[in-house]
């Protein structure tokens, strides 16, 4: 399995940003996809995560009502609509993909990762 994570780059505060990321294989729609981000210097930290089945969503309390986790089974592709973006949204974000249904927030809960794409939102 392959993620593939785009969309990243220079956004001013309160502005938006569309990552999007592309996954391998044949078994998508049986994944849980979640997001994550890791600051210079701090540990990578959960952001959402989106079911397989009905697509329930889940999200830290620090992106609530601002960050938006999609998925779109038939393309195999997960996004997540960033707004309002805060200086300290800046971050390197991840996909990640758990197909063993642990439904966690954490980083070791999934089993693939994309390379990660850069988020740098300034004041």
């Known amino acids: 399995v392959q993620l593939q994570a785009s969309g990243g780059g220079l956004v001013q505060a309160g502005g938006s940003l569309r990552l999007s990321c592309a996954v391998s294989g044949r078994l998508f729609s049986s994944y849980i996809m979640a997001w994550f981000r890791q600051a210079p210097g701090e540990e990578r930290k959960f952001v959402a995560r989106?079911?397989?089945?009905?697509?329930?969503?889940k999200y830290a309390d620090s992106v609530k009502g601002r960050f938006i986790i999609s998925r779109d089974n038939s393309a195999n592709t997960v996004a997540l609509q960033m707004n309002s973006l805060k200086p300290e949204d800046t971050a390197v974000y991840y996909c990640?993909?758990?197909?063993?249904?642990?439904?966690?927030?954490?980083?070791?809960?999934?089993?693939?990762w994309g390379q990660g794409t850069q988020v740098t939102v300034s004041s």
């Open positions: 990640a993909a758990d197909p063993n249904w642990r439904v966690g927030e954490r980083s070791t809960s999934y089993d693939y």
């Open positions: 989106i079911t397989r089945n009905d697509g329930s969503t």
